[in-house]
């Protein structure tokens, strides 16, 4: 413990790097020191051994279950590899509900009302929006679920996709900013939260619209890339009660 | 490591994997590691959507880089922490305009307990930190940790703690090498 306390000692930045008290530019200098100097890289991995154990304190905490899911729609797995399937994790549904491209809202709220529908269930609201891309064919179909708070976005045969690039879902209150609700995929269904702020304003004055964006999303929180497709959005009413 | 432990695969194992593409590896390594590493977002960025969206980049960081995990440097738990750690401080730079943290008294604030809430790599190492944290005087340890969970730069801690920037610079800086000092001797 007798060492002599330098403020100016070498290796104090790499620690500071590794504690987090560098701003950015700072931050930035020390990444680049480690790509080029080995030296560098193993100073701020042996910072690591010895203070990253102190992260031992932080409690674990459970991510919600959408997150690994979110994870594989952004790295594009393949949909069939899901585990655990759930029902509409379940491919099959899907291709069966695709069949009818014109009718897949409907077919949408059919299967929702048939699985979601119990005997004694209170009026469950749909709402349900195909959105149509500018040559006319339908991209995607979204239905939402608003007692469950969770949209459902299916696609039908969605063009003008660039390699490298995702869609991402945006609902476009009258008169409003549009909102982010996520990202969304070209190839497989994909449910959704809808948060307070969505909930609210989800009706037949607001717009579905889906635009063309980095593989994370918008880095700005609005649209950055073309729109290929929108919507708007129709009351399914409550079925479950009136079919039931 | 009990016997149950002896029959998983090791999280370095499952990163190997990944780096080959392993898919259900990569699913493996998720499940096993998800809480931990949620749980250092939540409390460095403490808002629930910004700490998911720092552990999606991750995780995709992680199927897209897994190749350059170097099992010689540090375990496979340090490399993911460390990974997670970096983007969640990325991502506080990134706050521009913030509501100003509660200031917060070094003189007053408690040490919290010493202990490890869930599973180490290596409870030694845990150990042996926490003992050469206990040797601090009171003022370094307290701003060493406050760094650690917070991820605030020194400006920010020094605001926070209402003291000169030098003095918190002064401080954190021969805590940490005092800790060098403490954990090589």
Redesign the interface.
């Known amino acids: ?1 007798n ?1 002599p ?3 100016d ?1 070498p ?2 930045r790499y ?2 790097y ?7 530019d700072a ?1 930035a200098a020390v990444e680049r020191e480690m790509q080029e100097s080995d030296a560098a ?2 100073t701020v ?1 042996a910072w ?17 279950m959408r ?2 899911q ?2 594989r729609t ?2 594009r ?1 393949d949909p069939r ?1 899901r ?1 655990p399937p759930g029902f509409w994790e379940n491919v099959r549904v899907w291709h069966w509900l695709s069949l009818g491209a014109g009718a897949i809202a409907v077919a949408c709220i059919l299967a929702l009302v048939l699985i979601v529908r119990q005997p004694s269930a209170p009026s469950v609201t749909y709402m349900a929006s195909t959105l149509a891309q500018q040559n006319g064919n339908v991209g995607w179909t979204a239905t939402m679920d608003i007692s469950n708070a969770r949209i459902i976005v299916v696609p039908a045969a969605p063009q003008g996709l660039a390699t490298g690039r995702a869609p991402e879902l945006w609902l476009i209150p009258k008169g409003e900013k549009p909102i982010a609700v996520g990202m969304i995929a070209a190839d497989a269904p994909i449910t959704l939260p809808l948060g307070p702020a969505l909930l609210a304003r989800v009706g037949p004055t607001a717009v579905l619209a889906v635009s063309v964006e980095p593989p ?1 999303g918008s880095p700005t929180g609005q649209p950055t890339g073309a729109v290929i497709a929108t919507g708007t959005i129709a009351s399914a009413g409550s079925l479950a009660t009136s079919i039931s | 490591m009990t016997a149950a432990d002896g029959m998983r695969h090791t999280l370095e194992d499952l990163l190997a994997r990944t780096a080959d593409r392993d898919r259900r590896a990569f699913a493996e390594l998720y499940r096993r590691t998800c809480a931990r590493l949620f749980g250092v977002c939540l409390r460095m960025l403490r808002e629930r959507e910004e700490s998911e969206e720092v552990l999606q980049e991750v995780f995709t960081t992680v199927w897209q880089r897994a190749a350059s995990f170097e099992p010689a440097r540090a375990g496979a738990l340090t490399w993911l922490i460390a990974l997670t750690r970096n983007k969640a401080i990325d991502r506080l730079r990134q706050r521009r305009e913030r509501v100003l943290d509660d200031p917060i008294d070094l003189e007053r604030l408690p040490d919290e307990r010493l202990e490890p809430a869930t599973e180490v790599e290596s409870s030694q190492d845990y150990a042996r930190l926490a003992n050469c944290l206990e040797q601090l005087e009171a003022r370094q340890r307290r701003s060493v940790r406050e760094a650690f969970f917070s991820g605030a730069t020194y400006k920010q801690l020094a605001e926070r703690c209402q003291v000169p920037l030098p003095t918190m610079k002064s401080w954190i800086r021969r805590g940490l090498m005092q800790l060098r000092s403490c954990l090589e001797s």
């Open positions: 413990m060492t306390l330098r403020d000692d290796e104090l620690a500071e590794v504690l987090g008290v560098l701003d950015a931050r890289a193993a991995a690591h051994r010895r203070l990253l154990p102190l992260a031992a304190e932080i409690a674990d905490r459970e991510p919600p997150l690994w979110r994870i952004e790295l797995f590899d585990q994370g």
